[in-house]
């Protein structure tokens, strides 16, 4: 898992155990119609390009807040944008300020939220797919090239998040992304918040994450609890 600062939002999820039906892709990947490409440091970043989301969608509601409370189990602060949602308009990934009100750097700055989507992901972690990937960087230098890219793209767009929130510089996590970027694996939580924040194309690894999650769970099919919209 990525580092999580005390005061701050964390998977609801628990490791389940390995499904044992987790095939390691290899490195090709299928790239979507939509396919993106990574954004490099100092590039405008476009936003609204990730699932079930346009330039419109992107501003959180107070609906999307008690719907992430109740994903999460717990208030959650400093969210700047849901750069991902479920076909039922609910959020999947929140965009979390790179620094958090109460002070602390903050750099998974696409936080998967949905519980179905961090179970799923947590069942590749404990089946050993972040080992295998990370194997697979040392020896495929095209995968590592484009995983290095996406840890560009990682930056760059945490950057924008961070001049909306009026952060400024975090210079604690500065060069610093998510899930083991550039050269190794350790949270495709973190990964798979990238791809469906920012649209497949740009992280390959969280690309493979999806895929491999899809049977389970998918931004395509909504599996969200009528109960998280209730107003109390
Ligand atoms: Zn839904």
């Excluded at 991902?84 to 958090?100: E, H, K």
Aim: glycine content about 10%; overall charge negative; aromatic content about 4%.
């Amino acid at each position: 898992m990525s580092p999580s600062p005390q005061d701050a939002p964390s998977p609801a999820s628990t490791p389940n155990t390995a499904s044992g039906d987790v095939e390691p892709r290899e490195a090709e990947h299928r790239e979507a119609e939509t396919a993106q490409a990574p954004a490099a440091a100092g590039d405008e970043v476009r936003p609204g390009t990730g699932f079930g989301v346009d330039e419109t969608a992107l501003e959180p509601t107070a609906q999307d807040l008690r719907v992430l409370t109740r994903m999460l189990g717990r208030p959650v602060r400093d969210v700047v944008e849901i750069p991902a949602r479920c076909v039922c308009g609910n959020p999947l990934v929140a965009a979390t300020a790179p620094r958090l009100s109460g002070g602390s750097p903050f750099p998974t700055v696409f936080y998967l939220a949905h519980p179905g989507a961090t179970q799923a992901t947590s069942r590749l972690e404990a089946a050993g797919v972040m080992a295998q990937m990370t194997e697979r960087l040392g020896r495929d230098e095209r995968l590592a090239a484009a995983y290095r890219a996406a840890h560009e793209d990682y930056l760059a767009r945490r950057a924008r998040i961070g001049r909306l929130a009026g952060t400024g510089e975090v210079p604690e996590i500065e060069g610093i992304s998510a899930g083991g970027m550039p050269v190794r694996v350790k949270c495709l939580h973190a990964l798979l918040g990238h791809t469906l924040a920012v649209g497949t194309g740009i992280n390959p690894l969280g690309d493979e994450t999806l895929e491999a999650v899809e049977p389970s769970w998918s931004p395509h099919r909504c599996a969200c609890d009528p109960a998280w919209r209730d107003q109390d």
